[in-house]
């Protein structure tokens, strides 16, 4: 059971901070913490949850911004990579690479089949907080002690995963591990992906010492499982005004990518008339403005997050400028009707200032309804001698668990965010939380694959 504010959970809680709360101005990223491995019983425990997450804090991370850049395939995406590999050798799981690049660390044989795997992800979005996908896969290797601990005896065996590049920070793609492995990036169209470099995704895997020959579907691997089960802090303030500490996933709203290549004439910022510019950045600008008014109209969201112009010279009218929209609504109909409104708008303003516009759409996912049946099942687990119902809350977030929704049965839980604030150094959750988070999972990893 999930405990709610105030009340305590029945089962040996898991090493806890004496500082209690980690400090937000931190991002929350560091939990003080006795030493990691202790000697018990003749043998070494595993690093427990605060010392993990004080051996992978500083992974990636930007000492001015205090943010996170761990993106897909670089030195510090392979810091991290080694972290989870001693991991799983810490605690006598046999490791395992994929095809596309994806970690698991195994516990029984995985031939066996009908699996439960939990896990998550590890990169980042730029300059990214401490939480977003780090604190499902540390709760996952802090839930696994905790089971043993409790003395469960597994009748399923069990995997902890790392889906490689989920935010798509480099490659401008999210979830392309997950993606791969299920087959909703076909090779052809992985093998195109490059970075603002110019360097193709097989380019960068092969320079970080990885086989990129054999990436693609792997439905053999998912004919292994049986269900797959996140945690993630949550990226909203609804389980902080609810006062829950954990809550269960329902579905993920549909979204998607879209880029605007607004196409003018370079000139002189100087000695060219106003009249005589064809200057993109104007139809960009007023584009921007025009999907914060269709999100309001249909109560969803539209953001211009990222720009690239051309030639990108302070004297210099643009000659390109390149604008991505992400928008994501609760239901299809809302999310074409932020769209095409603003791609009207986007063509009405270029007409207007003599600039071509193509709208490219670089990614598409559905909406995601997470099956009932497995979601009840967590709800009960869960919420078994509680006071009230484990909260259901759905997501405008994409996530490694709705890509493999149609594949194998997926459900997510969340942690309390108490400021809501996600891919930002100031994403935080309190430690007490995250140790409910851990416990939580336990639980469900022990009502999934110890029955």
């Not at 990226?235 to 290549?261: C, E, K």
């Not at 211009?304 to 030639?311: D, L, R, T």
Request: with cysteine; hydrophobic share 40%.
């Amino acid at each position: 059971m999930v405990p709610r504010d105030g009340g305590s959970s029945p089962n040996p809680p898991l090493p806890q901070s004496p500082a209690g709360r980690a400090s937000s101005s931190a991002g929350g990223a560091d939990f003080s913490a006795p030493p990691a491995i202790e000697e018990r019983g003749g043998e070494k425990e595993p690093p427990s949850f605060q010392q993990m997450w004080r051996d992978l804090s500083p992974i990636g991370r930007d000492k001015d911004s205090r943010g996170y850049r761990r993106y897909a395939w670089t030195p510090a995406d392979a810091d991290c990579r080694t972290w989870f590999k001693e991991q799983a050798e810490a605690r006598g799981l046999t490791y395992e690479l994929d095809r596309n690049g994806n970690q698991w660390a195994w516990l029984g044989d995985p031939a066996q089949g009908d699996a439960v795997v939990t896990g998550s992800h590890l990169d980042s979005v730029p300059d990214g907080g401490a939480f977003d996908g780090p604190l499902g896969v540390v709760s996952s290797f802090a839930a696994l002690d905790e089971l043993r601990r409790r003395g469960a005896e597994f009748t399923k065996p069990l995997a902890i995963t790392n889906f490689g590049d989920e935010e798509g920070a480099r490659f401008g793609l999210a979830c392309v591990g997950s993606r791969l492995t299920a087959g909703q990036l076909t090779v052809p169209a992985a093998r195109r992906l490059r970075d603002a470099d110019g360097i193709t995704l097989p380019e960068a895997m092969e320079n970080a010492g990885y086989d990129a020959t054999a990436i693609g579907p792997d439905p053999e691997r998912l004919a292994r499982i049986g269900a797959f089960v996140e945690l993630h802090v949550e990226q909203g303030r609804a389980l902080d005004l609810s006062g829950d500490p954990v809550g269960i996933a329902s579905a993920i709203w549909p979204h998607g990518r879209w880029r605007f290549d607004f196409a003018g004439e370079a000139n002189h910022a100087g000695t060219t008339r106003l009249v005589d510019r064809r200057d993109p950045m104007l139809p960009y600008a007023e584009t921007v403005l025009a999907a914060r008014r269709e999100a309001e109209l249909a109560r969803a969201v539209a953001t211009f997050g990222k720009i690239a112009v051309e030639p990108n010279g302070v004297n210099a009218i643009p000659s390109l400028v390149r604008g991505w929209l992400d928008s994501r609504a609760a239901d299809q109909e809302s999310l074409d009707q932020v769209v095409a409104g603003v791609e009207k708008a986007a063509r009405e303003h270029a007409e207007r200032h003599g600039v071509d516009l193509t709208v490219v759409r670089e990614s598409f996912t559905p909406v995601v309804e997470f099956e009932h049946a497995l979601r009840d099942e967590l709800a009960a687990l869960l919420g078994a001698g509680a006071e009230r119902p484990v909260p259901v809350l759905g997501t405008g977030a994409g996530h490694d668990a709705g890509i493999l929704s149609g594949s194998i049965p997926t459900a997510m839980l969340f942690v309390r965010n108490p400021t809501g604030v996600s891919h930002s150094p100031a994403e935080f959750a309190a430690e007490d939380d995250c140790v409910a988070g851990v416990l939580a999972l336990a639980d469900v990893l022990e009502g999934l694959a110890c029955r």
